[in-house]
């Protein structure tokens, strides 16, 4: 299932699925002639997903949620990791430029030790799985809704890193600042939603306390801990979280 709020990027999604041999169902919130491509005014990406599995064929196994912006790279060991590892399994984000490639580089070594978060970027999740955790309530962090709940009904999930996607993210701290306060709003909604294990929960009650400690990875940390501040505040404050 790809999610794409507007047409841009859509030929190029379609031509890399279809060389990929792999089925595909795009929702768009632009109408783009093609047979599987289905118009859904853009309301955010859970709502996208909700409409979108009444267009999955019964028969399929195995659900794939893809950006439409990105490239997917060796697709075939997340498939591998997610028939020998895992129920849920979730990959590699690279970035060449911005504050984004810091970022990752002290994400992803928390990621293969705790799943602090997810990348719906490129994720992959057994249909038994998918079906349980359906539908998506209103929550920016879709994907990190879908990793926890899993958790929480006690299914496994893996972060796959020899799998990634290349895309861009942000180019200024400005941008990053932006993108960290609806991200990490994205995730205290999905928690408020779900019970993963007690350490997540504990991680995230402890983010405002250590997250000034990002400041010392210099501008982009600023921008980083900036955009953290005001998602815990938006969050005490219940601030409507959909509308970013």
């Known amino acids: 299932m790809v999610l794409a709020r507007d047409a841009k990027n859509v030929a190029e999604k379609i031509a890399e699925l279809q060389s990929l041999g792999v089925p595909f169902v795009v929702v768009c919130g632009e109408e783009f002639k093609h047979p599987n491509v289905v118009y859904r005014e853009a309301k955010g990406k859970w709502d996208a ?21 990105n490239r997917i790279h060796n697709f075939a060991f997340a498939l591998q990791c997610l028939s ?4 849920i399994v979730y990959c590699r984000i690279k970035v060449s430029e911005g504050p984004q ?3 990752y580089r002290i994400l992803d070594p928390i990621r293969q030790r705790f799943h602090v978060c997810a990348s719906g970027d490129f994720m992959l999740v057994k249909r038994h799985v998918f079906e349980t955790v359906m539908p998506i309530p209103p929550c920016i ?3 990190s809704y879908i990793l926890f709940r899993a958790l929480e009904l006690g299914f496994r999930a893996y972060f796959c890193t020899e799998t990634y996607v ?20 994205g995730i205290y909604q999905a928690l408020s939603y ?32 900036k955009g953290i501040r005001k998602a815990v505040k938006a969050n005490i404050t219940k601030k409507d979280q959909t509308k970013f």
């Open 49 to 69: 997903i909700n409409f979108g599995a009444k267009f999955i064929p019964q028969d399929t196994e195995i659900i794939l949620f893809n950006d439409v912006d």
């Open 84 to 87: 020998s590892k895992a129920d």
């Open 101 to 103: 490639l810091m970022f």
């Open 141 to 143: 962090a879709e994907d």
């Open 166 to 185: 290349t895309t861009k993210k942000t180019y200024s701290r400005m941008e990053e600042e932006a993108y960290k306060n609806r991200t990490t709003l």
């Open 194 to 225: 779900s019970k993963p294990s007690p350490l997540i929960r504990v991680f995230y009650y402890l983010l405002p306390t250590f997250s000034p400690l990002l400041m010392l990875a210099g501008g982009d940390g600023v921008a980083w801990a």
